[in-house]
């Protein structure tokens, strides 16, 4: 009987282990919420990426990169081209440029063309920073690897001074990462500011 408990006990452990967990595996797995509505005005401009998970090293950026900004502009009523250029580790400059556009019925819900890159990736707006001077003042963003895996999979924090960012804003971001399931080891959070 003794034998018999010690060769059950791990897969009991085990099962309730993953009892626990299992709330937080299949709340990852469904979509996650997008800002309702948003001034498009007030997110044009450039930012300044703060932050980004391990995950984004798999569509071509990731934490390796250093002083990452992406520039906006409006192409229309809804489309916005887009600029980003950051510095790899061995310090060598680069750039890509593509445009944003809706699928769907969602400002926030968005699709990413890169010129050269085959596939469209999704570019998801889930929270954005307090209004100042007509812009917001940071932006976080995600989106699902595929329709049916992962909804927050990847993960790109933008604030539009470096400095207000740690100071007031960061804090702030970090619970709400935690909070929606940003805190595993390829979707959290890992500052990219210096």
Not at 127 to 135: E, R, V, Y
Not at 140 to 156: C, K, M
Request: aromatic share 16%; net charge positive.
């Amino acid at each position: 009987m003794k034998r018999f408990i010690s060769l059950i006990a791990p897969l009991l452990f085990s099962s309730y282990d993953a009892f626990l967990i299992m709330p937080y595996t299949i709340r990852n797995l469904l979509p996650i919420r997008t800002e309702p509505r948003i001034v498009l005005k007030g997110y044009l401009g450039i930012w300044n990426q703060v932050a980004t998970s391990r995950s984004t090293a798999l569509l071509g950026t990731g934490v390796e990169f250093t002083n990452v900004t992406a520039e906006y502009k409006l192409l229309n009523n809804s489309d916005i081209s887009v600029y980003n250029s950051g510095y790899t580790k061995n310090n060598t400059f680069t750039s890509i440029k593509g445009y944003s556009y809706i699928k769907g019925k969602s400002q926030t819900r968005r699709k990413l063309h890169f010129d050269g890159v085959p596939v469209d990736g999704n570019y998801w707006i889930v929270k954005l920073g307090p209004i100042h001077s007509n812009n917001y003042q940071y932006a976080i963003v995600s989106g699902p690897l595929t329709r049916f895996f992962g909804t927050r999979f990847s993960l790109y924090v933008l604030a539009r001074n470096v400095e207000d960012y740690k100071n007031k804003y960061e804090n702030e971001v970090k619970q709400w990462c935690k909070k929606n399931n940003f805190r595993f080891f390829w979707n959290k959070y890992i500052p990219t500011y210096g």
